[in-house]
């Protein structure tokens, strides 16, 4: 999609350096941000959890597997696992709440939400905050690029000389408006996923989720409000979500009559 709004950008450019420096500074200024959060999302590290000597373990085992005696299986550390959270057989090594396993990176992600193959890389809980500025920049530059075609078209002429004269710019338009229409639309998504503290995992496939699947569907245990939320999601760094997890759910248990 970058590529896309890149190629479509270089008529629309061509215009607008040759009539208003502003439009023209100001798309390159949202090119290069735009191009800065795709690589910070893309080399970044989106939180991978450690791993283990593979050698050590060969089963996915949660916590509630583990602490049934009937079960036949090898000794494990249990203290870094809390109720909810899984056993990685592939990573060999605890999986912490809010994380899961990616098959395509071959690594278990904190606070997962997906794999994006146009990143090339896992959005997680280190880079999710540059993936989603991408987003807003790609959006913003897709927008701009738009506006600037539409007012470098000439509006003289027969339809068909209006057409001969503009038809670069029409495509090129119509394609900005698109992508523009497309990354609004995952920005706009993304966004309510960060105020509402949740992410694409959580919100899609709750019912499979061992910490969310018991818990009532508009319970959020991760939420601390939409402000708070979007200051951690923008500025925050790794969090202890299992901490979080069971202090939240003891309070609301502590609340029940």
């Known amino acids: 999609?970058?590529?896309?709004?890149?190629?479509?950008?270089?008529?629309?450019?061509?215009?607008?350096?040759?009539?208003?420096?502003?439009?023209?500074?100001?798309?390159?200024?949202?090119?290069?941000?735009?191009?800065?959060?795709?690589?910070?999302?893309a080399i970044r590290d989106p939180g991978y959890t450690p791993r283990q000597d593979p050698s050590t373990q060969n089963q996915v085992l949660s916590l509630d597997t583990l602490e049934n005696p009937k079960t036949d299986i090898p000794a494990l550390d249990l203290s870094h696992l809390s109720r909810g959270?899984?056993?990685?057989?592939?990573?060999?090594?605890?999986q912490p709440i809010r994380s899961k396993h990616c098959y395509t990176c071959g690594r278990c992600v904190r606070r997962f939400d997906h794999h994006c193959p146009w990143l090339g890389n896992c959005v997680g809980e280190r880079n999710h905050r540059f993936f989603w500025l991408?987003?807003?920049?790609?959006?913003?530059?897709?927008?701009?690029?738009f506006i600037i075609a539409c007012g470098a078209m000439s509006r003289s002429g027969t339809v068909l000389e209006w057409?001969?004269?503009?038809?670069?710019?029409?495509?090129?338009?119509?394609?900005?408006?698109?992508?523009?229409?497309?990354?609004?639309?995952?920005?706009?998504?993304?966004?309510?996923?960060?105020?509402c503290g949740q992410t694409t995992w959580e919100q899609a496939c709750r019912h499979r989720i061992s910490?969310?699947?018991?818990?009532?569907?508009?319970?959020?245990?991760?939420?601390?409000g939409g402000c708070s939320n979007a200051y951690?999601?923008?500025?925050?760094?790794?969090?202890?979500w299992d901490q979080m997890y069971s202090a939240t759910i003891n309070r609301r248990v502590s609340l029940q009559p």
């Not at 229409?181 to 995952?186: E, K, M, P, V």
């Open 134 to 145: 991408f987003l807003g920049c790609e959006t913003a530059l897709a927008l701009w690029g």
């Open 85 to 94: 959270s899984n056993y990685c057989r592939v990573c060999c090594a605890p």
């Open 1 to 41: 999609m970058s590529g896309t709004i890149s190629y479509c950008l270089v008529p629309v450019l061509n215009k607008a350096w040759r009539s208003n420096d502003t439009y023209f500074l100001t798309a390159i200024f949202l090119l290069f941000v735009s191009l800065l959060f795709y690589l910070l999302a």
């Open 211 to 224: 910490y969310l699947k018991e818990l009532d569907d508009v319970y959020n245990p991760f939420d601390e």
């Open 232 to 240: 951690r999601f923008v500025c925050g760094g790794t969090r202890d």
């Open 163 to 195: 057409l001969k004269a503009n038809l670069m710019l029409l495509v090129c338009s119509l394609i900005l408006l698109l992508a523009a229409f497309t990354t609004g639309i995952l920005f706009v998504y993304h966004s309510y996923l960060m105020l």
